[in-house]
Structure formats: structure tokens, C-alpha cells
């Protein structure tokens, strides 16, 4: 049994979570505990248990050391090999034949659990995901992925707050019987089901960003029959082994391969027809090279509101986007006129926002010091390596062993701080740091498997009624039952007002869309 060589990671992680606890003890309960992922004929020999087994392994497998796969009857023996496989491709190390009883169990199927430790019952019924503790919810017949991608997220979070009952506050309970709509996001008894076999064409979409909630975007999209049309994948990174913690796509043998490739040999290889267009590159370059001409949809799955008032600030019809926040998860769907918030309008600045130079000065340890923010400065604009002595300096003021960090010494400042900060391997609770927000697998898997759905629900035209601007999902207590909220524009007496309000932007986006209902109509002679 050992952990994940990314395990740093996910410690951070379940730091954020866990407010107050201690990162060695984190790590001793995570090794004490079996966590037992079972299974019978009957999840295994449909499409959304086989999808739903697949996520929970990969999410499962990016935390816990230890799991056990149990096969509950023949009908499910072929696939206990698959999985562990599988399992063992994103950590080598990971123990899957334990000695001793399971600690926590997630079982997918419709058999009930033999006596033994806290229980928590996975299942879907096509576009619905359904948990519960007090016994199966059994398996659907159909071939779509939503319903059993949430499914196996809400499981898994599930299991996360049994583990750590005692480290969170009293309202982070297990579910006792929740259901979740992926088509428009209701829950409970109300929860909406949709079409079992919808053909959708999405057109040219085009995806800006393949991180953690992009994975899970194409995880859920590679296994959605009957879906056609273009995507166009758009990101200019390449897998770090920090990602695996919560890339659900990302094996072992990812590490330093291209996004954008990972995620069109995904599609490649799944059920979708939908037809991967990779390019590797910034979203402004894209832009560039596409010659700004007009967009229909664009779906964001991007870490930075920079990044996202970027996509804004070029004008597509429509964006449908995701987001990982301490606290919450959720998916947004925004136009650019008319009264509700538009995507740039949910990321305003509020108050000061601190300089780049000042932000890395801060997480180094750094003072803010003239002297030192103009070496900064120089170092983010000349992009030479960082170099042996700058790491062991950082090392010292952190109290870090230098070779933690050492390996990240022939990197520019700016990957420096992107790998080496946020990709956990100096960040770690410390008096007078802020906090870093690095959601677990399953937050980022949810946010992805949502958007997914959201995407496909509004291309395919199979709401009955618009979804309201965001819907929000806190993943660190039972499922809740208002999930959406109305935004609107900042009234025009804000101290900030957004891209959408300008006459100048909104001028480029009707000329862009050539929207007959905004032209003028030209004006009669005689």
C-alpha cells in the first residue's frame, strides 16, 4: 500500500476541506482506512453502471491508497479486472486485495449490502443520479452518461464525508435518499427525466480549457451516443503529474502529454460521434488564428476569472461555463444582452486586486518590498529559469526541504509558481497564508459531468423551460433543493460596471451576430 505520487495534491485538497486539521494526521487516516467499491451483474452489464464503476474508480483511486473491488456475483467477476486496472494506471502503488475489513463501502447495483460498515448505495436512471444510504437504487437501462457521472461524484463525496465525519460541521451529513436531474438540475421527488436517446447536433462548439473540469466534460461527452457536430478543444498545456490529483482522464502514463490530444483521443475512442478539433493554444491565439469570426457557443471550463472575462470579452453568442470555488461547485449559461449577467459580469473585480509580481512575493514569502517586486517583475517578463539558488532561498523561508522543490529550478517564474505553488508542492497551511483553492477529484468531476449535460440539454432543445442563470451545489453536505439563482446585470449605478454595459462592446456584438432584430432598417425613399 503506498500513496499516490501525487498525493501532495490531494492532501491540499482535503486540507481546504477540512479546516484546522493537521495535514499528518490526514494522511495516517487515509492510510488506515479500506474503502470497498462493490458491484453486481447488474451494474456490470449495463452502460450507466459501466460508466458510473468507471468514474468511481478514478476518482477514488486519485485519494485513498486502499480499495477494495468487490464483485457481488459472477455477472460482475469480468469487470473487477477492468477496474483494477484501470485503478492501477493512475496510482501503481495503490493497494486493491487488502487485508482486513472495509472501513466505508459504495455500491452500485441493486443488491443490498451484507452487515458491516457505513454504506452508501450509487445508481442512475438516465438523465437522473440517485444516492442513498438506506438501501439500492438500482441501475438504468439507458445509454446516457449523466445521471451515472454525478452519480458516482455524489457517491464518492459520500464516502469522502463519512471518512472525515467528525472533522466537518454537523450539516455534512451522508444523503439518505437524494435524486438529481442532469437534464435542468432539480432534485428529489420533482426531479425531471428527459429523453433516453436524444439526437443532438452541437454544431461547431468550441471548449476553452482541459483541466480538471474540462476532463470531466469529455469524459461525459466521449460516452453520449447519438451526438454530432464539431468540437474544438482549446488549451495550450500539457499534463503535470500535480494534475493527476484531479484530472479523471489522466493515467500515470499521461504525465507531460498534451491536453487538447488526451482529450481527442478520449472522444476517439468513446461511443459519440462528435467529430475533435484539437489546437494547442492560448485562447487569444485561437481567437487569432479563427479570424474573430462569430461564435454560436463556447463552453468554458477555465481556473481564472481572467480567463473567462477573455472568452467574454470575445463576443460568442453564447456561453455555457463551470466553476470550482471553496464552499461550492456549479455551471452558468449566459447570453450577452438583455437583463440577466452575462459571464464577465460574474467575475467583476471587487476592491484591489494585487499585481502578479505581488501575489507570487506573497505565496514565496517574499517581502513587498520595491526591490524585490522589481526582480519579480523582471523575471516574469525575461522568463529565464528561476535557477538553483531562488528554489533553496524559497525553500528556507517556507521550511521546506529543498528538494521538494529543487526538480522546478529550470523553470520560469511564472510555471515556477503554477507548478510548484499551486501544484501543491509548497503550499501547505501556514500562519499569515492565504487560502489556495484546489477542489477534490469529485468537485471537479461534478462541475464537468454537469456542464456536460448542460451542453447537450441546450443544443438539443430538451429543457421545457430555460434554466435560471447559475445553479450552485455545495458537494460537502446533503443534496439540496434550490439549486438555481437568477443573476442580473450590475445596475447602472454600480461603482463597476461590466463589458456588457458598454455601448462600444455591445455595437461589436450585434455586428457580429448580424442579428436581423438588431439592424436598422434602411429607411425608404419618395
Known amino acids: 500500500m503506498a500513496l499516490a505520487n501525487f498525493f501532495d495534491r490531494s492532501l491540499l485538497s482535503a486540507v481546504q476541506v477540512l479546516q484546522g486539521s493537521n495535514p499528518a494526521e490526514l494522511r495516517a487516516r487515509l492510510e488506515a482506512h479500506i474503502v470497498e467499491l462493490a458491484f453486481d451483474g447488474l451494474a456490470a452489464g449495463a452502460a450507466e453502471g459501466r460508466a458510473g ?16 473491488l468487490t464483485p457481488l456475483d459472477k455477472g460482475a467477476e469480468a469487470l473487477a479486472g477492468e477496474l483494477i486496472t484501470l485503478a492501477l494506471s ?13 472501513t466505508v463501502r459504495l455500491i452500485f447495483g441493486g443488491s443490498p449490502a451484507r452487515e458491516g460498515p457505513p454504506t452508501i448505495y450509487g445508481g442512475s436512471e438516465g438523465w437522473l443520479a440517485k444516492v442513498s444510504t438506506r438501501g439500492p437504487v438500482g441501475v438504468g437501462g439507458t445509454a446516457l452518461p449523466f445521471g451515472a457521472g454525478a452519480a458516482a461524484c455524489l457517491g464518492a463525496a459520500n464516502v469522502f464525508r463519512s471518512i472525515f465525519a467528525d472533522l466537518l460541521p454537523a450539516s455534512a451529513g451522508l444523503d439518505a435518499d437524494a435524486r438529481l436531474s442532469l437534464l435542468d438540475f432539480s432534485t428529489g421527488a420533482a426531479a425531471t427525466q428527459g429523453d ?6 452541437l454544431g461547431l462548439t468550441h471548449l ?28 495550450h498545456e500539457v499534463v503535470d503529474l500535480s494534475n493527476l490529483q484531479r484530472y479523471v482522464l489522466a493515467r500515470q502514463s499521461d504525465v507531460g502529454r498534451v491536453k487538447v490530444e488526451i482529450a481527442r483521443e478520449a472522444l476517439l475512442a468513446g461511443r459519440t460521434s462528435l467529430v475533435p478539433v484539437p489546437f494547442h493554444q492560448r485562447w ?20 481564472t476569472a481572467k480567463d473567462r472575462i477573455a472568452v467574454q470579452a470575445s463576443l460568442p453568442a453564447r456561453i455555457l461555463n463551470a466553476w470550482t470555488q471553496a464552499g461550492d461547485l456549479g455551471v452558468s449559461q449566459h447570453g450577452f444582452l438583455g437583463d440577466e449577467a452575462c459571464l464577465a459580469c460574474l467575475y467583476l473585480p471587487q476592491g484591489a ?5 505581488e501575489v507570487i512575493a506573497r505565496a514565496l514569502a517574499l517581502p513587498l518590498e520595491q526591490p524585490v517586486l522589481l526582480d519579480l517583475r523582471e523575471r516574469l517578463v525575461n522568463g529565464q529559469a528561476v535557477g538553483e539558488t531562488f528554489v533553496r532561498d524559497a525553500a528556507a523561508r517556507l521550511g521546506l526541504e529543498p528538494a521538494s522543490l529543487l526538480g522546478f529550478s529550470g523553470e520560469p517564474l511564472r510555471q515556477f509558481y503554477a507548478k510548484a505553488v499551486c501544484g ?11 487560502p489556495v483553492e484546489v477542489p477534490l477529484a469529485f468537485q471537479s468531476a461534478m462541475a464537468g459531468v454537469m456542464l456536460a449535460a448542460n451542453l447537450v440539454a441546450e443544443a438539443g432543445g430538451l429543457r421545457a423551460s430555460p434554466l435560471k442563470t447559475t445553479t450552485v451545489l455545495d458537494m460537502m453536505r446533503p443534496l439540496g433543493r434550490r439549486l438555481g439563482i437568477r443573476v442580473l446585470k450590475p445596475a447602472p449605478t454600480a461603482a463597476a460596471n461590466c463589458i456588457c454595459q458598454d455601448p462600444d462592446f455591445i455595437a461589436a456584438y450585434r455586428r457580429k451576430h448580424d442579428k436581423p432584430e438588431n439592424k436598422r432598417r434602411p429607411r425608404r425613399r419618395g
Not at 196 to 201: G, I, N, R, T
Open 353 to 357: 486586486v494585487s499585481n502578479e509580481d
Open 53 to 68: 464503476l468507471d468514474l468511481a474508480v478514478r476518482l477514488l483511486a486519485r485519494l485513498y491508497p486502499t480499495i477494495r
Open 284 to 303: 487569444a491565439e485561437y481567437i487569432a488564428g479563427q479570424g474573430h469570426r462569430p461564435m454560436a457557443r463556447v463552453v468554458t471550463a477555465l481556473d
Open 90 to 102: 493512475i496510482n501503481h502503488d495503490l493497494e486493491t486485495a487488502p487485508a482486513g475489513e472495509s
Open 424 to 434: 501543491a508542492q509548497v503550499i501547505q497551511p501556514q500562519a499569515g497564508r492565504g
Open 196 to 201: 433516453d436517446a436524444p439526437d443532438v447536433d
Open 208 to 235: 476553452a480549457g482541459l483541466g480538471a473540469i474540462g476532463n470531466g466534460v469529455i469524459w461525459a461527452l466521449a460516452r453520449m451516443p447519438h451526438l454530432t457536430g464539431a468540437l474544438h478543444l482549446v488549451d
